[in-house]
């Protein structure tokens, strides 16, 4: 990993706020607005996919050394057969630095796919980027799943014009207009989502995690996320690739021209001219400043950046799940993670944002700790989560995991690390909680995008990589073991039965930590509802 560079680090700028309207209704001109609204979904709903008769095939080129990335990695891929050489990145500053020295080093190849990618300073710099690749003629290929795109699509249209880029949008809106609207007439469909997340580079590098290509993911803005990639070089590589040609050829992937054929693409120059006053911010310039201070890239720039060969597996759903009606085990991840991870034994440690258990999740986790297995849970806070809903999934189990010996930590929403790092570019944060990784015994570890929620389970497609580190296990393990009191707050189950919280300085909550009433009043009313195969 060679390729990062001062030169290759851009600044940032922080992401615009959102505007939202709000409407007015009243009386018979109500009822006319909802008819119309209910005519527009019906509509939106109807419109119907297009063909992908005609559609081509196309598969990851083979790597080469005749690019410098490839010089830099095959030949230590060649001397570790049947290996995967891994780098962690838990720093979202550095998580952007490497993903845009990579993009830059670019020599025959560029595969990304992904869940999120929003138009804001990291999302726009870095179409800026990729399309400057195609540009000076490196094949390019996104699998953008359309879920997120809204207000995006000018943009994705430029993209789409370059002959040496390829836009696919997984499970798209044929309505280009309100997503609400689309989902009342076509829920079933589009309540599938791909939820993967992949960054290869000449085939000879990927990135592999929790994180979507958006501000909040890189540690920018009022709200930072937590969260984990690995960088991976060797046999995983082979594997990302052979997942991604799996969902780009899927029946679920169309290409962008077939949806977006009618939109008028951006001008070349708007998109540079929004990077560029982006790059030029004083905000973005400081940012960088940090982000080349940061451990990784600085081993990076010294060529002292280490790295662990063991053996890795991915896992990941297939792409049929998306248009399936059936639980068909063969197409979920659930099952290979468990086979690949093997049964605990002596611990087992969960570091999942959105923990929706659900009674048979509840029943397996209770399980374990009854036997002996030291069980640890670290989740966001109802305070620190950006999904509030999927609070209500969660708390109405969380006195049974007490009770059985599940150890529970949450997110404060001030939690330490974040902050600082929010700090050093001149801001504050909210932190909140995206990792998605989990550790067996301390011998292997999950990174990917699988939450413990119903929605990973059944109805998003997701992916990971199963990692042999004893090394990397013990960093989650260590992680999780000083979450409570600086990170997290410690759940336990007070001398009064009831939930309690406890923030390491001797004051303990009755309810929610740093939230208020009608938050908590929604979540106790969304415990009720039969509502965990949504969340």
Not at 250 to 263: E, N, W
């Amino acid at each position: 990993m060679h390729h990062l560079t001062s030169d290759m680090i851009r600044p940032l700028d922080r992401k615009p706020p959102v505007r939202s309207g709000r409407w007015a209704l009243c009386g018979a001109h109500a009822i006319r607005t909802g008819a119309c609204l209910l005519i527009a979904a019906l509509v939106a709903g109807c419109a119907s996919l297009p063909s992908l008769e005609g559609r081509a095939e196309s598969h990851a080129l083979p790597p080469s050394t005749d690019s410098p990335i490839g010089r830099d990695v095959l030949p230590q891929a060649q001397a570790h057969p049947g290996l995967t050489g891994v780098i962690p990145i838990a720093d979202g500053r550095a998580a952007f630095g490497v993903r845009a020295s990579l993009v830059r080093a670019a020599a025959r190849s560029i595969d990304i796919q992904t869940f999120i990618w929003h138009a804001d300073s990291t999302g726009t710099l870095m179409f800026e980027q990729v399309l400057r690749a195609a540009e000076r003629g490196v094949r390019v290929r996104l699998l953008l799943d359309d879920m997120n795109t809204a207000g995006t699509d000018p943009t994705l249209a430029l993209l789409a014009s370059n002959p040496n880029l390829e836009l696919r949008l997984y499970n798209p809106f044929v309505s280009r207009g309100s997503r609400e609207l689309s989902f009342l007439g076509d829920f079933t469909r589009l309540n599938h989502r791909m939820h993967n997340k992949s960054f290869t580079i000449d085939n000879a590098v990927s990135v592999v995690g929790g994180r979507n290509i958006a501000d909040e993911y890189f540690e920018i803005g009022d709200e930072g996320l937590v969260d984990l990639d690995v960088v991976v070089v060797g046999d995983a590589v082979r594997q990302v690739s052979a997942e991604f040609d799996l969902f780009w050829n899927s029946a679920s992937a169309y290409p962008a021209r077939l949806i977006i054929g009618h939109v008028t693409p951006e001008p070349r120059e708007a998109l540079a001219e929004r990077a560029r006053a982006i790059a030029e911010s004083p905000e973005s310039r400081r940012y960088a400043e940090v982000m080349a201070q940061t451990d990784l890239i600085k081993d990076a720039l010294a060529g002292t950046v280490h790295t662990e060969w063991t053996t890795a597996h991915l896992v990941n759903d297939d792409p049929a799940k998306t248009l399936s009606t059936e639980e068909e085990k063969k197409l979920l991840l659930l099952p290979k993670l468990e086979a690949a991870f093997g049964h605990p034994v002596k611990s087992l440690d969960l570091i999942s944002p959105y923990f929706v258990p659900g009674e048979a999740g509840t029943e397996a986790l209770s399980a374990l700790a009854k036997r002996g297995v030291q069980v640890r849970v670290l989740t966001n806070s109802l305070a620190s989560t950006d999904v509030k809903s999927v609070q209500s999934g969660y708390a109405k189990h969380r006195e049974a995991l007490l009770q059985a010996g599940v150890q529970l930590f949450e997110l404060k929403p001030d939690a330490g690390t974040i902050q600082r790092r929010a700090h050093e570019v001149g801001h504050g944060s909210k932190a909140g909680l995206h990792a998605k990784t989990y550790t067996v015994d301390g011998r292997a570890i999950f990174v990917g995008s699988f939450n413990l929620d119903p929605r990973s389970i059944k109805l998003n497609t997701e992916m990971g990589l199963v990692i042999d580190s004893a090394q990397m296990a013990g960093r989650l393990s260590g992680a999780v073991d000083k979450a409570y009191p600086d990170l997290a707050y410690r759940v336990s189950i007070g001398p009064d039965g009831q939930v309690k919280w406890e923030d390491g300085t001797g004051k303990v909550y009755d309810t929610d930590p740093d939230s208020g009433w009608f938050e908590r009043m929604l979540v106790r009313i969304g415990s009720w509802l039969p509502i965990d195969w949504l969340l």
